[in-house]
């Protein structure tokens, strides 16, 4: 009789071991989803503010992670606008446009004939 007794409540331990186990793999699986938010949140959008006048941009060169990119132009002097190369980004005069970019070099220049010095309107974005 002792036996059985011991080999039940061996038994009964086993099953307990088990379930403590099944608890440390749904654990492992929470941990696991919240690593998944976690990449989702490293994706941050950026943000380039511009700034053209007579006949030039603020910067020859705007440096931005990849991923959503949003373009600010504001016309400081005259009217002018910008076309980024490759992209489906685009502006005239003041406003902003939104693209989800991969990392290289992209060429920005105005997209609008503004005068004597138009063609010297090019920057350069670098998505990294
Ligand atoms: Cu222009």
Redesign the pocket.
């Known amino acids: 009789m002792k036996k059985r007794i011991i080999t039940i409540i061996s038994m009964g331990l086993v099953l307990l071991l088990a379930a403590c186990g099944g608890e440390e793999d749904i654990n492992s699986t929470d941990i696991q989803t919240g690593n998944a938010g976690n990449s989702e949140a490293n994706s941050v959008s950026e943000t380039v503010d511009l700034k053209?006048d007579n006949?030039d941009f603020d910067q020859d060169t705007y440096v931005v992670s990849a991923g959503e990119v949003t373009i600010n132009l504001s016309n400081e002097e005259?009217y002018?606008?910008i076309a980024v190369e490759g992209t489906d980004i685009e502006i005239e005069g003041d406003g902003s446009a939104t693209a989800s970019l991969e990392p290289g070099e992209y060429t920005i220049?105005?997209?609008?004939?503004?005068?004597e010095?138009?063609?010297d309107?090019v920057a350069t974005l670098i998505v990294e």
């Open positions: 053209a006949w005259g002018h606008g220049y105005c997209n609008i004939p503004c005068g010095g138009h063609d309107m």
